[in-house]
């Protein structure tokens, strides 16, 4: 079993930062991988980002393609989301995701098994 906590959410202006964190236990993070989701209030949850464990391979949605960076720490099984020159339609509760599988596409809520319980993130313009 793996337990995720997300932290580092908060209030920014438009244009400003946040960097949020996600712990795991259970299992080391090197081989899982790992992804950010995001859901508004009444719509669907939304892929943000994902890393796959062994390749190296990451992979952004378009909204945020060249703002937003996924890493981890494997010394303190931790994956972090940085957000750079956020705008208010980035506003939303952000979970993180984990799952063994390397191979699946990484974009499919569906296909992690773990999740937590989310951290919000609100953009004022």
């Known amino acids: 079993q793996v337990q995720l906590a997300e932290s580092g959410g908060g209030s920014v202006q438009a244009g400003g930062s946040l960097r949020l964190s996600c712990a795991a236990s259970?299992?080391?993070?090197?081989?899982?991988?790992m992804a950010w989701f995001r859901q508004v209030l009444g719509k669907e949850r939304e892929f943000v980002a994902a890393?796959?464990?062994?390749?190296?391979?990451?992979d952004y949605a378009d909204s945020v393609k060249g703002r937003f960076t996924i890493s981890r720490d494997n010394t303190k099984n931790t994956v972090y989301l940085q957000m750079n020159s956020l705008k208010p339609e980035d506003t939303a509760v952000y979970y993180c995701?984990?799952?063994?599988?390397?191979?699946?596409?990484?974009?499919?809520?569906?296909?992690?098994?773990?999740w937590g319980q989310g951290t919000q993130v609100t953009v004022s313009s």
């Open positions: 890393s796959s464990w062994g390749y190296g391979y990451t």
């Open positions: 259970g299992r080391t993070v090197s081989f899982l991988s």
């Open positions: 995701a984990a799952r063994p599988s390397a191979t699946m596409s990484l974009g499919v809520a569906s296909s992690y098994d773990y």
